[in-house]
């Protein structure tokens, strides 16, 4: 379970002494823990991946606006916290593995058109969850659905 590796992790960073590190761990699990209360649900290795997918477009999205004012400080930090949270997803995927993966949900669902990108996104998010960026891969499928 991903979720017990994270916090196996914490406990090493607590006894390493690494401060940053661990602010970066706690502020994963409780997100994790967040997203549990919320929904009442104990979050399987899936659902995690998905918490911590979001946590790392958060912090590019930061970096940009932190590097666009000038703030290379604060991008340096949130540089780091995105490394760390990345360590926990998987390898990401290739140019090449992406499109095999896109033409194999476009074969499987006969996407021929705009009105199929549903059915595609579908059955492509949690073969990609945590792999790829999700905006990348949707701006790709609507260029080959003639969007």
């Known amino acids: 379970m ?18 940053t590190r661990l602010g970066v761990i706690r502020l994963m699990l409780a997100a994790i823990k967040q997203r549990e209360i919320d929904e009442r649900i104990e979050l399987d290795d ?3 991946l998905a918490v911590l997918d979001k946590m790392v477009k958060q912090r590019r999205d930061s970096i940009t606006q932190y590097s ?10 949130e540089r ?10 998987p ?7 992406l499109t095999t ?11 021929s058109a705009m009105s199929d990108m549903g059915k595609v996104m579908g059955l492509l998010k949690p073969q ?11 701006a ?5 659905l003639g969007g």
Do not use: C, H, N, P
Not at 80 to 89: D, G, K, P, R
Not at 101 to 111: F, G, N, R, Y
């Open 101 to 111: 993966l896109i033409d194999a949900a476009m074969a499987s669902t006969q996407a």
């Open 91 to 97: 390898r990401a995927l290739t140019d090449d593995e």
């Open 68 to 77: 666009g004012a000038g703030r290379e400080d604060l991008a340096e930090i």
């Open 2 to 19: 991903l979720k017990l590796q994270i916090q196996s992790d914490m406990k090493t960073a607590m006894k390493a002494g690494d401060k």
């Open 128 to 138: 990609i969850q945590g792999r790829a960026d999700m905006g990348s891969v949707s």
């Open 80 to 89: 780091f916290e995105t490394e760390v949270i990345q360590s926990y997803l």
């Open 140 to 144: 790709r499928v609507k260029q080959r």
């Open 46 to 48: 899936a659902q995690v």
